[in-house]
Nanobody, 124 residues
Framework: VQLQASGGGMVQPGGSLRLSCAAS????????LTWFRQAPGKEREFVTA????????YYADSVRGRFSISRDNAKNTVYLQMNKLKPEDTAVYYCAAGRPITSTIRTTSPYDYWGQGTLVTVSS
């Protein structure tokens, strides 16, 4: 599976962006999908994940209520809608695919395939 993230850019605090991650390769619907982010000088951190069917979603406390993950298995694409953006959301955002169990879904280890990252900058 190859993943291509897009949609990053610069936005003012309080604004919105939607990231997309398009996948190529077989069996997209059999993978859980996730977004992580990495700010300068910091470790990569979990943002959100969605199960294969889209029936279960998981969020970091820092983005819950502001961000929303969704997937379209017919288009092999996962989306991250980001609202009420804050300067601390500034980071490179990475999408990834894997088959995690629930206890590991917020860690990087179960995700075998990673996109190249897209930069989100929140600044006035």
């Amino acid at each position: 599976v190859q993943l291509q993230a897009s949609g990053g850019g610069m936005v003012q605090p309080g604004g919105s962006l939607r990231l997309s991650c398009a996948a190529s390769g077989p069996s997209f619907s059999t993978y859980a999908l996730t977004w992580f982010r990495q700010a300068p000088g910091k470790e990569r951190e979990f943002v959100t994940a969605i199960r294969q069917s889209g029936g279960s979603t998981y969020y970091a406390d820092s983005v819950r209520g502001r961000f929303s993950i969704s997937r379209d298995n017919a288009k092999n694409t996962v989306y991250l809608q980001m609202n009420k953006l804050k300067p601390e959301d500034t980071a490179v955002y990475y999408c990834a695919a894997g088959r995690p169990i629930t206890s590991t879904i917020r860690t990087t280890s179960p995700y075998d395939y990673w996109g190249q990252g897209t930069l989100v900058t929140v600044s006035s």
